[in-house]
């Protein structure tokens, strides 16, 4: 084994220990403020502290290690320690891991840094517990909605008695903003979540920016009846219109470049064998690296979706959440990140990223740079998910290079 690939083998042994921190036996689910997500905090806190950091919780709970004097100028690196239900390894936990598995190098190396690194490990990123996306990120970024604290989780507890219980504060949290007059910016390592690294034979991506994002619901409201009895000329199916805008969303999706639009979820009332459906409740995503031409996607969709509504005479409501914009990653760290990949003796692969991350938060406060690393089958949120330690070992390369260059 490579001296490099010795450190990707103790990142993968890591996020095998972090595995084994599930709230459920025989699968990985760790979702905010729970028993499971801090014992992998305090695992991480362990690690970050046998590497030389100093490390703290802040008030929602994130674990932050810091190299370097106060006073430096700083940068921050991170992702999420959370999962979704019945999750991968590596999704969040590889860019913590990474991270320090680098300033681990440094070390082991007696090389030294001209400025600070803090290494984030964010608690909250993929909200599944209480709905709140970018949660623990949004903290730091000084984003965070105080009316989240209401929220309540499946079980009824609400948030500011889970984040009390957990060891937060909830009355920190409009404090807890990191001053962003030091930094020079915020680094991100995670798998890439889809197939193109794979696809081009390549196990690194330098990150151009991160997809804008809309969610929503788009209701058909027609009229139920009997399945035997009313005739096919005279229904009010607001299945069958749902259906119809449900082809006319993909096939407006592939006309498009770069365009992600999906329906994950279609709640039929009343759902029975022998009844027209009266009532049909689709979700909506819709996702590109341009905010303008993912407005105009879902302008074409009302449009259409208002076309089969009046013909099939259906009524249709249209159901939008506030959105995330798209995020440009730094000009200048992306061109030091990709000289970093190309000095590691891979290709350059410059792609954006259809999913959303924490870096996204962090760009309200720093210029961001994310470095993604090739998954099997381009498998994300799912047990299957894997990477060669040969990967994780380029990963670790180009980015002790970048931390380098930066300097």
């Not at 689910?29 to 992998?40: G, K, M, N, S």
């Not at 009824?156 to 008695?161: F, K, Q």
């Not at 090739?374 to 380029?394: L, Q």
Request: proline content about 4%.
């Amino acid at each position: 084994m490579s001296y490099t690939n010795s450190y990707a083998a103790a990142v993968l042994e890591r996020c095998e220990e972090l595995a084994a921190f599930s709230e459920e036996a025989g699968r990985l689910t760790r979702r905010f403020a729970t028993p499971a997500l801090r014992q992998a905090g305090e695992a991480v806190r362990s690690w970050m502290e046998a590497a030389g950091m100093t490390v703290r919780r802040d008030a929602i709970g994130n674990v932050i290690g810091r190299l370097g004097d106060p006073g430096r100028r700083t940068l921050l690196i991170g992702s999420h320690l959370d999962t979704v239900r019945d999750a991968g390894r590596y999704d969040g936990m590889l860019g913590v891991l990474v991270a320090i598995a680098c300033l681990e190098r440094l070390r082991d190396e007696e090389r030294s840094l001209p400025y600070a690194v803090e290494v984030l490990a964010f608690a909250d990123e993929e909200g599944v517990r209480f709905g709140t996306g970018y949660l623990a990120s949004s903290v730091v970024a000084g984003c965070f909605d105080a009316a989240d604290l209401e929220r309540r989780d499946g079980e009824g507890v609400i948030l500011s008695d889970a984040l009390r219980a957990f060891g937060g504060d909830p009355d920190g949290l409009l404090g807890a903003r990191r001053d962003p007059t030091d930094l020079i910016g915020y680094y991100e390592v995670h798998i890439e979540q889809g197939p193109v690294l794979e696809g081009d034979g390549a196990p690194l991506g330098v990150v151009t920016a991160i997809a804008g994002q809309t969610g929503g619901q788009v209701v058909f409201t027609g009229e139920a009846g009997h399945a035997g009895t009313v005739p096919m000329a005279l229904r009010r199916d607001a299945l069958g219109a749902a259906a119809e805008f449900v082809s006319a969303l993909e096939a407006l999706a592939r006309d498009r470049d770069g365009v992600v639009a999906t329906v994950g979820t279609v709640e039929v009332e009343p759902g029975a064998r022998n009844v027209i459906p009266g009532r049909v409740v689709l979700s909506l995503d819709v996702r590109h690296p341009l905010d303008s031409v993912r407005e105009s996607v879902l302008t074409r969709l009302r449009e259409r979706a208002g076309a089969v509504a009046g013909a099939r005479g259906v009524g249709v409501e249209w159901q939008l959440g506030k959105g995330v914009g798209a995020v440009e990653t730094s000009a200048r760290l992306t061109a030091l990140l990709a000289e970093a990949v190309s000095m590691s003796g891979h290709p350059v692969v410059r792609l954006p990223s259809g999913a959303g991350h924490d870096a996204v938060m962090l760009s309200r406060i720093a210029p961001i740079a994310m470095l993604f690393v090739r998954c099997a089958g381009g498998i994300s949120h799912n047990p299957a998910e894997a990477v060669t330690v040969e990967d994780v070992a380029a990963a670790i390369e180009a980015t002790t290079r970048f931390l380098e260059l930066l300097g």
